[in-house]
């Protein structure tokens, strides 16, 4: 795996990779050697093709090791699977079929068939950007975002799914509600989803 | 009920509670949130008897007014401003003992932006993820402060500064930013790395305590297209399709896809708080520790 480690500030460092694939594979990594004890760092972010380490005392000392460093090529397996229930009814199914160049209802199939994972977060507290569709399938944002998407939206941008966490204005296309609850800071942990964790969409009811 | 509660009288323009906010959460989109200016947060709490750490209120520009329901101390500091209780002027930036039904009233800021208001004991509002610090950004923490708002207070731990002037920085009339360049210094021209560390800009009446943004010259971009989304961090200069850089604050989103051109200097971010619209804004480059 090729990185780029970049300064950030006199805290930090961003390392780039080639992949969402490597990105996640180096997050794996990082935080093994942050539960080891042989990384000490505030916070360990991951994002579509880098892993930003921010609070780092000796930056440039890490920055070195890290340009010297051989990592393993995947990721170890998340150990559990969350399985989120379904319905795809959402407004914008036409136009991602149209995208897709499927009939309607193959896209709830080809979604529902997806094991996905969620390369990081953001956007939200709990909002997760899941993998896992084949490139093809990309569809770009809507034209004219949406002032409100409900919550437990099931929604494509990109290469990405995700799910609302609660109402916010969004330009992703709707193709499903569910009713878990991705964000709830009484529970532990509060995030239902976070880097990592392994992603399935199960049909409930009509489709 | 208890009687250790502040009554908000007057909320003002945006008063929130804060305290250190929440870092350690941002890989589940959790920004950090916290008081903008740390060091009179920290300075206040001190002037009343209470851990720096300790949830206190902050406020924008036209301050805010509270009535507890016990005897307090509190202490004003961060913005300058008049300090009433019950009408009669009483001294900033030192403890002030305020019996039980009086009004304390935070003024309008003389210079600055945020006020920080500390009570004995603190406000004691339920954490979120181990903060009070209400979150502009997630809509974690709190509600703004709104009129009639009821605020819980916490036990003393410490007896009261004795002290008659606290040594408090002024408001900045220019920001001096010392920054480093970078992560993404190469998706600018070298004409736009010229003009964002020898061109003067101004605070823009836009700011928030998402980012403090800016007007001025544009920065051009030398790489076309889009970044892919990557983790920001506190004091990031973010440059958007305007070309205006924007400073991250305590309430900026964890990932973002402008480029990120400088980072500002950690020391250099309390005055950030502190400057009003229109005050000048200058970026100094310097070198990576």
């Given at each position: ?45 991951p994002a579509a093709r880098t892993v930003l380490l921010d609070g780092l005392a000796d930056p440039a000392r890490l920055a ?144 | ?289």
């Amino acid at each position: 795996m090729s990185m780029r480690v970049l300064p950030v500030g006199d805290r930090a460092l961003l390392v780039e990779v080639a992949s969402g694939d490597e990105a996640q594979a180096l997050h794996a990594e990082l935080l093994r050697r942050r539960a080891e004890g042989s990384l000490t760092v505030g916070e360990i972010v991951p994002a579509a093709r880098t892993v930003l380490l921010d609070g780092l005392a000796d930056p440039a000392r890490l920055a070195s090791e890290l340009t010297a460093t051989e990592l393993p090529p995947a990721p170890p397996r998340a150990r559990e699977v969350i399985d989120l229930p379904v319905r795809y009814d959402g407004p914008d199914l036409a136009d991602v079929a149209a995208h897709w160049g499927v009939p309607e209802q193959e896209v709830a199939r080809i979604h529902a068939a997806t094991e996905f994972r969620v390369a990081f977060c953001g956007f939200a507290p709990g909002f997760g950007y899941l993998t896992g569709l084949p490139e093809r399938y990309d569809v770009p944002r809507r034209a004219t975002p949406r002032t409100a998407v409900p919550d437990g939206a099931v929604a494509l941008a990109g290469r990405y799914t995700g799910v609302y966490p609660r109402s916010s204005p969004g330009g992703w296309q709707l193709i499903g509600t569910t009713d878990a609850v991705l964000w709830d800071h009484a529970r532990v942990p509060a995030a239902l989803l976070s880097p990592g964790t392994r992603v399935r969409f199960v049909p409930v009811g009509h489709s | 009920m208890t009687d250790r509660a502040l009554v908000v009288v007057r909320a003002g323009a945006l008063t929130t509670v804060q305290d250190r906010g929440r870092p350690g959460h941002a890989h589940l989109g959790v920004p950090r949130s916290g008081a903008l200016d740390g060091p009179a947060a920290a300075l206040v709490n001190r002037l009343v008897g209470n851990p720096p750490e300790t949830a206190v209120l902050e406020t924008t520009l036209n301050g805010c007014a509270v009535r507890p329901r016990s005897t307090v101390t509190m202490a004003v500091g961060g913005a300058p401003c008049p300090v009433t209780v019950d009408g009669r002027p009483v001294a900033w930036g030192t403890p002030v003992r305020v019996p039980a039904g009086s009004v304390l009233d935070v003024g309008s800021a003389v210079s600055g932006v945020r006020s920080y208001l500390a009570v004995t004991g603190g406000v004691a509002v339920e954490p979120v993820l181990g903060s009070r610090s209400t979150d502009l950004l997630s809509g974690l923490g709190p509600p703004p402060l709104t009129d009639g708002t009821v605020l819980p207070l916490g036990h003393p731990v410490g007896p009261h500064a004795r002290v008659d002037v606290a040594p408090h920085p002024a408001p900045p009339a220019e920001l001096v930013l010392h920054v480093t360049l970078g992560p993404r210094d190469d998706w600018f021209t070298r004409e736009a790395i010229r003009t964002f560390t020898s061109r003067p800009y101004r605070v823009s009446a836009a700011s928030n305590r998402i980012g403090l943004r800016t007007e001025g010259p544009a920065l051009e971009r030398a790489l076309p297209g889009e970044l892919p989304s990557e983790g920001m961090v506190l004091g990031a200069v973010q440059v958007p399709p305007d070309g205006r850089p924007v400073i991250f604050l305590a309430d900026h989103p964890t990932t973002g896809g402008y480029p990120v051109i400088a980072v500002v200097r950690t020391l250099d971010l309390p005055p950030t708080a502190q400057a009003a619209p229109g005050t000048p804004v200058r970026f100094i480059p310097v070198r990576r520790r």
